[in-house]
């Protein structure tokens, strides 16, 4: 077991004489809540596509859990689950149907499946809707399976990118806390992006603040705070990268939303 689940050592990505990502390096270990800040356009959806195998780096090394998702995406992908920013569930298949064929495409043996799905489904409590179909359910119940089905086939590290976006405060809430309580039950590692920059504060063990393709400040909630001399991680990220809006990086948003909806027919 790698010391390190998530390593980039010096990772670059160019689009063309575009650079979006600029020599970055940082590490994961094994159970951390991990956050990964920026505004629009800085690089970090293009980070978590290297990191998700739907990107290669143009330089620079990435590992998962000891594996170099350049040489080995499959073994890669076994590693890790992920919820992305834009839905990927199928509407029209029940909650209990969305879990079996994520498992049936990860290879997960039937009574595993089987037991997995339904202790997933309790956990996120959706066991008593599993029967019906995932169009009928509201914005967070889908978020909840989304965490469950990404989970079935016992991940070491969870990406989430913007999981509560668009959520009210109680349903973000309680997003959270199942978070929470499967990094302590099954020490997963959790990396996340989040705009919600009091969730960062309250859930983070560190966070990286990447702007213009380079991380430009590395370390706790309580740290950056320290160093920005500012009373909350809202206040030190806006010093550290400005407030002027920015754009989307070019294309990004587009190109994760085709991403999720391959990763959702291929897992």
């Known amino acids: 077991m790698a010391k390190n689940t998530v390593v980039a050592k010096n990772l670059i990505k160019k689009y063309g004489d575009l650079t979006a990502v600029d020599g970055i390096s940082f590490e994961v270990p094994k159970g951390e809540i991990f956050a990964f800040l920026g505004p629009n356009g800085a690089g970090k959806t293009t980070t978590i596509k290297m990191l998700t195998t739907l990107l290669h780096p143009t330089e620079g090394k990435i590992e998962l859990n000891g594996i170099d998702p350049v040489k080995d995406s499959e073994g890669a992908r076994k590693t890790f689950g992920i919820v992305f920013q834009d839905p990927s569930l199928d509407d029209e298949l029940t909650a209990y149907e969305n879990m079996e064929f994520h498992g049936v495409l990860y290879k997960v043996p039937g009574d595993i499946r089987k037991q997995r799905t339904e202790e997933l489904l309790r956990f996120v409590e959706l066991w008593d809707r599993r029967n019906n179909l995932v169009k009928t359910f509201s914005g967070g119940m889908k978020r ?16 989430l990118d913007e999981p509560t976006l668009g959520l009210d405060p109680q349903t973000r809430n309680h997003i959270w806390e199942y978070i929470k309580n499967l990094n302590k039950k099954e020490e997963i590692t959790i990396f996340f992006t989040t705009h919600y920059m009091n969730e960062a504060e309250d859930v983070a063990g560190r966070v990286a603040v990447i702007d213009h393709g380079k991380i430009i400040s590395l370390g706790s909630p309580k740290e ?7 009373s909350s991680l809202e206040q030190a990220f806006l010093k550290l990268t400005g407030k002027a809006i920015r754009e989307e990086e070019a294309g990004a948003k587009e190109q994760m939303r085709m991403a999720s909806r391959v990763w959702g027919g291929r897992r």
């Open 144 to 159: 909840r399976l989304e965490i469950a089905r990404g989970l079935l086939h016992h991940p070491k590290i969870f990406f």
């Open 224 to 230: 950056l705070k320290s160093r920005t001399k500012s």
